[in-house]
């Protein structure tokens, strides 16, 4: 996963990590913020970021993406970008169920609420459109 990261940089991102004492000392972000359960984590992620990118992680990971995925449904939010970065179909079964929760009418279209992409270069692709539009829409609200 070092190649997500070191795009994210590349293109001037900052990498922010919200976690537990010992995961923010693992890890190397540009802005580290110490959380005390799961429950914060999340409320911190989504408020905090216009773009939020899964990795293959474990169980949080999953409950924070089907969290933010049913807060966008719900609410129909267009402002927050959630991106599975879905290197060697770490999250085909994933995908897989929720087109077959659609298909039975148990949820709606999950996928049109999230992009998939399969390399760190096709992420970098779909970053750097992100952040056109962004920027597009932040020249448009200085000019009013």
């Not at 795009?7 to 890890?27: A, H």
């Not at 994933?94 to 996928?111: F, W």
């Amino acid at each position: 996963m070092r190649d997500v990261k070191e795009i994210l940089r590349e293109n001037g991102n900052m990498l922010i990590t919200v976690g537990n004492k010992f995961e923010l000392e693992r890890g190397n972000a540009d802005v580290k913020i110490e959380v005390s359960s799961p429950f914060e984590r999340a409320g911190h992620l989504y408020e905090n970021s216009d773009v939020i990118i899964f990795l293959d992680g474990g169980t949080g990971t999953l409950s924070e993406f089907y969290s933010f995925l049913n807060n966008k449904v719900e609410t129909d939010d267009k402002k927050k970008e959630l991106v599975l970065v879905n290197i060697d179909g770490v999250y085909d079964k994933v995908i897989d169920d929720l087109r077959r929760r659609y298909k039975e009418g148990l949820a709606s279209k999950g996928e049109y609420y999230f992009k998939e992409v399969r390399s760190p270069l096709e992420l970098k692709e779909h970053l750097e459109k992100v952040e056109n539009k962004l920027n597009n829409a932040e020249e448009r609200s200085k000019v009013r």
